[in-house]
């Protein structure tokens, strides 16, 4: 039975497709031909990328009367020709270039890419990727940078304890963390030449200095001058890391309060902090028109599993894919973190957990929270409340446990109506 379908051909009459390089990129322009109806114009050309020659592209383009610019996100070079031609007016559209990739057996040049991807995206072929507007993007730097400090300053971290151990400096077996109050004060003792390791467990502090004999133990190694050279140059390395990230945290601040109220109700859920908040927002921005629904921003996300179906038969173990690697990263630190709490998403962690795996549960939690995130942005008075840790005990057990009697007692030949007490 044939079924009518929901969709519409249509024609972008005047569009332009950008096949970006670092230096050089080559423009197709396919508008109508207004002497012969139903024929298409084609024009390519190639420009240098510094911006006397895009803005002189743009005017061109402007003059053809061209509506529509798609690219392809190549390296990081789509980015200037994307905020220029967004400046001028023109409605940009950044593709991924495996929605386009050549069909086998065609050459492959700039050329013959331009041309492909404007017969594409004037097919209306292609969807455009998300792109946030420039308060977002700024915020979005900022974030990324701040996670990049955090990461190099935990490898300087990394590659100090290991000089420790190679000097056979056992501290870290005795000590949680070495950059504490303590052990920041017993590194710089031996930078400074103390090697006594009386005199340096003796500079433990608090909780610590009930292992003052295995700091003793621990500091018994032969340390030379050569590792508190290095050792120096590592510590100073953590600390600058350390200041920078402060200022950029300020700078964030700055930037995030516009988006203070939304970052405030994000911070209601369990698990995201002031800093995952700003995150999120960096990453997904504001408006949630852009997602349709939250299943929308779950799939963008990467965190729906994919469904691959061949003869009838599922393929695949439903993983998710790979997807925004900033946001997956603080939304499976966020769903840990909830894990610990005493509320739904900490229960729901917990049941996954135990029948799935932990990576499962982190996935399941991840996009709980993503859930919630798409509601409170989509609607500015909504807020956070937790269903509690008892909801599946109240609400899905007492259903799951009726529909096993019912299955069972029919199972025996019994026809089953249910009436509620009173």
């Known amino acids: 039975m044939l079924e009518e379908t929901k969709d519409h051909e249509e024609i972008i009459e005047r569009v332009a497709a950008l096949d970006i390089g670092k230096a050089f990129l080559v423009c197709c322009a396919r508008v109508p031909d207004e002497d012969r109806p139903g024929r298409r114009l084609q024009e390519v050309q190639t420009y240098p990328t510094m911006t006397r020659s895009l803005l002189a592209m743009a005017d061109h383009l402007r003059t053809l009367g061209v509506t529509r610019v798609v690219m392809e996100a190549t390296s990081d070079y789509w980015k200037p020709v994307f905020y220029l031609l967004e400046a001028a007016g023109f409605e940009t559209w950044l593709v991924n270039a495996r929605d386009v990739k050549h069909l086998p057996g065609r050459p492959k040049t700039d050329r013959l890419d331009a041309v492909w991807l404007a017969k594409v995206a004037e097919r209306q072929m292609l969807r455009a990727s998300f792109v946030p507007p420039p308060q977002i993007r700024r915020l979005r730097d900022l974030t990324r940078y701040r996670i990049d400090l955090v990461s190099a300053r935990t490898a300087e971290k990394q590659r100090a304890e290991k000089l420790l151990e190679d000097a056979q400096i056992k501290l870290s077996v005795v000590a949680s963390d070495i950059f504490g109050a303590s052990g920041r004060a017993m590194m710089a003792a031996l930078i400074t030449g103390e090697h006594n390791p009386a005199v340096l467990a003796q500079m433990a502090r608090t909780s610590l200095r009930k292992k003052i004999p295995l700091l003793q133990e621990a500091f018994t190694g032969h340390f030379t001058d050569h590792h508190a050279f290095l050792l120096g140059k590592m510590l100073a390395r953590v600390d600058q890391i350390t200041i920078d990230i402060a200022e950029v945290d300020a700078k964030i601040q700055e930037l995030i309060a516009p988006f203070g109220q939304a970052a405030a109700r994000l911070d209601e859920i369990p698990g995201i902090g002031p ?44 993983g998710t894919g790979h997807g925004n690697p900033y946001l997956a990263r603080i939304l499976g630190e966020a769903a840990v973190i909830a894990g610990r709490t005493n509320t739904f998403l900490g229960e729901r962690y917990g049941r996954i957990a135990r029948r799935r795996g932990k990576k499962r549960a982190i996935v399941a939690v991840g996009r709980s929270i993503l859930t919630i995130v798409w509601h409170l942005l989509s609607d500015p008075d909504a807020h956070f409340i937790d269903l509690g840790p008892d909801h599946y005990s109240r609400r899905i057990d007492p259903d799951r446990k009726m529909r096993n009697h019912i299955r069972e007692l029919e199972a025996l030949g019994y026809h089953v109506t249910l009436e509620p007490t009173a």
């Open 275 to 318: 800093t995952a908040a700003a995150v999120i927002l960096a990453e997904i921005g504001t408006d949630m028109s852009r997602f349709p629904t939250p299943g929308h921003l779950a799939s963008w996300a990467r965190f729906a599993p994919g469904v691959k179906e061949s003869a009838g038969r599922k393929k695949g173990h439903g």
